[in-house]
């Protein structure tokens, strides 16, 4: 008897949602008007031939006090020099026989862990140069720089203390140097400490290491000074006080193939799209932004640029960028970098005025990354800019 219900309950429901699906009209869609149906289009800059513009240009590229790597070396198209300052703090019981003259400082020398390279890193070159004028790298500007270079001391480096071996640089520091920034901490006859400038000589790669910021400080350059005192001797580690690096270079012209977007020099790009043909008053769905990469032109060194940052811009020749909208980000994708945009798209279709987006390297302070993106101009339609639309209205 208990199989028999089981059975008949089966083909009741066999029978209950066969009707729901041969059969839709008997929900009561058919007595829903058209005007409150919701029709779910898709529309593709390719297939509907929006009209769209890419060019870049160049950002300030001086304002990188808040770097967390700073870079030093010469590398095709970009030079980095490096400023760095040391805190200088002994403790009371190497500073009292200091003073007293009763102990010297015999040996400095720095440590730095590289975090990034790009180029070749075997035959690697700098000079080290005392800085003599002050500078600040929240305020740094090129009149800063161009009295730094001013009054540049001479090269204090001996090549021969450098090695790079186990991940590690390490040179000698001028002893004479180190003893007057020492002194300096309680004699103000002795000059200024600020510091010293690295500048490269090789042109075959370039450096980068942990810049001051709230990173672990394990990783930071360390300058050790050795202290001896009747034979007993001393080590003590200083920490950066203030860093900065301060690229230059010739950019990359566009192409009608392609704009280049480059780290470092803070190269970026803008986008715009025409989207008179995209409908008023329709809910965004989805926007995806895909961007073709030109790989002959494209060098990333030893940190990928995995992402590009779009902006918001609210005027379009002179690049200004919204104040009030975030960044997105688009992650790179095999040969494209691809990401939804869909809040910057909805603004426009609810009347923000369209001055297109801000395109730029998420890794532009920290890298030399150099990647080529198909232009609008390029020559094989499937490699522009693309900007695929899905989008919700009703039915007419």
């Given at each position: ?35 409150d ?15 769209q ?10 304002r ?73 790298p ?11 270079y ?84 001393d080590t ?17 012209s ?28 329709i ?7 895909d ?32 104040t009030?909208i ?29 001055k ?24 094989v ?16």
């Amino acid at each position: 008897m208990n199989k028999l219900i089981k059975y008949f309950s089966l083909a009741i429901l066999v029978v209950y949602f066969s009707s729901c699906t041969n059969d839709p009209n008997s929900l009561g869609t058919d007595l829903v008007p058209n005007s409150d149906k919701l029709n779910f289009v898709v529309i593709d800059s390719y297939t509907s031939n929006f009209n769209q513009e890419l060019t870049s240009y160049k950002y300030d590229s001086l304002r990188f006090g808040s770097s967390s790597t700073v870079l030093l070396g010469n590398y095709k198209n970009i030079t980095s020099e490096v400023l760095i300052g040391f805190y200088i703090n002994p403790a009371d019981s190497i500073m009292d026989p200091y003073k007293a003259d009763s102990s010297k400082l015999i040996k400095c020398w720095v440590e730095i862990q590289p975090t990034y390279w790009i180029g070749d890193s075997n035959s690697f070159q700098f000079s080290i140069h005392r800085i003599n004028s002050s500078w600040n790298p929240s305020s740094i500007s090129q009149d800063t720089i161009n009295e730094i270079y001013n009054t540049l001391g001479p090269n204090l480096l001996d090549q021969s203390t450098y090695s790079f071996a186990d991940t590690v640089m390490k040179f000698d520091l001028n002893t004479e140097l180190v003893d007057g920034w020492i002194r300096r901490t309680y004699d103000s006859s002795y000059a200024p400490d600020y510091g010293i400038l690295m500048r490269p000589i090789s042109n075959s790669g370039i450096v980068g290491f942990q810049a001051l910021t709230t990173y672990n400080d394990e990783d930071y350059p360390y300058l050790y000074m050795v202290f001896e005192q009747e034979g007993v001797f001393d080590t003590i580690i200083a920490i950066p006080s203030a860093d900065l690096h301060v690229p230059k270079g010739e950019i990359y012209s566009n192409t009608n193939d392609n704009i280049i977007l480059q780290s470092s020099l803070a190269v970026r790009g803008k986008l715009l799209f025409d989207l008179s043909l995209v409908p008023e008053n329709i809910v965004i769905n989805k926007a995806t932004l895909d961007l073709f990469i030109d790989n002959n032109n494209t060098e990333f060194g030893t940190i990928d640029a995995d992402t590009i940052a779009i902006g918001f811009l609210t005027d379009f020749e002179k690049s200004t960028l919204s104040t009030e909208i975030g960044k997105y980000p688009i992650l790179k994708s095999g040969d494209k970098y691809s990401g939804d945009i869909r809040l910057f798209v909805q603004k426009w279709m609810d009347g923000e005025e369209n001055k297109g987006l801000l395109i730029q390297l998420s890794d532009e302070l920290r890298s030399v990354s150099r990647v080529g993106i198909f232009n609008s101009t390029s020559s094989v339609d499937s490699l522009k800019p693309r900007l695929t639309i899905y989008y919700t209205n009703k039915y007419e």
